[in-house]
Structure formats: structure tokens, C-alpha cells
């Protein structure tokens, strides 16, 4: 890793390296999507429309390490929109550098440069080197999450 990471949004170049990230990062989940999932996920990442995801990178050494997709939505208990974090991936071997942090970071100050009054994510409770992080940085709620069979 160098010394120098550079958090920056995706651009159309980073399609081969978006990708592989985002396998890697739906493999820890046991999960895959179809190749025209990456194909409109990428597109959306990359459109105008503000109800679609957004995504930030960490570049390092001309490669990406890591990537972050968020997305603004309304809430009804609040005036505001607010902002969800919902995949934060870094490789394997950029893991403890920081990467991590500087992709939310980023997310936080996208959101109050946006007025959002919070960020909020999910993990599994098994993704323990990731919850160290985010018990550091973030504050856990007693929510419990389920969805439709």
C-alpha cells in the first residue's frame, strides 16, 4: 500500500475493477447477481438520477482498493433525507490501512454537504473485522432487521 490514498467517485474506467471488487465483496455475503446486475448497477452508479446509488473508490498505486455504494432517501420522520450506506468493500490486502474509514468518511461528509442529519449501514453480526470499525466510528442501534421470505 502506499502512503497515499485518493477517495474519488467511480468513473466509467473502473468497470473491470468496480466489478471484481463488488464479486468479492457479494462472495463474503454468499450471494451472486446476474451479469446484468453489474451491468445496470454500474450504469446507475454512474447516472444522474438522485434517487439511484452513488459510489466513492480508494485508489492507491493507480488500483482500487476499496468502494462504497450509498444511496439518499427520504424518511418520513424527518424533513430530510437521509443516507444508507449499503456496501463497503476493501481487498484483502488494504484491509487495516484505513481504507475503510476514509470510504465512510467520505459518505459523512457527502452527507452533511448534502444536509443529510445521518448515515446509516448494516452488516451481519459475523463480519466481526468490520464491526471493529464500525464500533469506532459509528454507533450501533438496538434495530433488528427482517425481511420477506
Same mark, same amino acid.
Request: charged content about 25%.
Given at each position: 500500500?502506499?502512503?497515499? *490514498? ?8 473502473? !468497470?473491470?475493477? =468496480?466489478? &471484481?471488487?463488488?464479486?468479492? %465483496? #457479494? ?27 452513488s ?8 488500483? *482500487?482498493?476499496?468502494l ?5 432517501? !427520504?424518511?418520513? =420522520?424527518? &424533513?430530510?433525507?437521509?443516507? %444508507? #450506506? ?40 459475523f ?23
Amino acid at each position: 500500500m502506499s502512503d497515499t *490514498l485518493n477517495i474519488r467517485a467511480l468513473l466509467p474506467k473502473d !468497470r473491470a475493477e =468496480w466489478a &471484481e471488487m463488488w464479486r468479492d %465483496y #457479494l462472495a463474503f455475503y454468499e450471494t451472486t447477481v446476474q451479469d446484468q446486475t453489474y451491468d445496470s448497477t454500474f450504469a446507475r452508479l454512474l447516472g444522474n438520477d438522485p434517487n439511484d446509488f452513488s459510489c466513492f473508490v480508494a485508489e492507491a498505486n493507480g488500483q *482500487l482498493v476499496g468502494l462504497t455504494h450509498y444511496l439518499f432517501h !427520504r424518511h418520513a =420522520w424527518k &424533513e430530510e433525507s437521509v443516507c %444508507y #450506506l449499503q456496501d463497503l468493500f476493501a481487498r484483502p490486502e488494504a484491509r487495516g490501512t484505513g481504507v475503510g474509514r476514509a470510504l465512510i468518511q467520505a459518505v459523512y461528509d457527502e452527507a452533511d454537504r448534502k444536509g443529510a442529519p445521518s448515515v446509516y449501514w448494516l452488516t451481519q453480526e459475523f463480519n466481526h473485522t468490520a464491526r471493529k470499525l464500525y464500533d469506532r466510528i459509528g454507533k450501533q442501534t438496538p434495530f433488528i432487521r427482517y425481511q420477506r421470505p
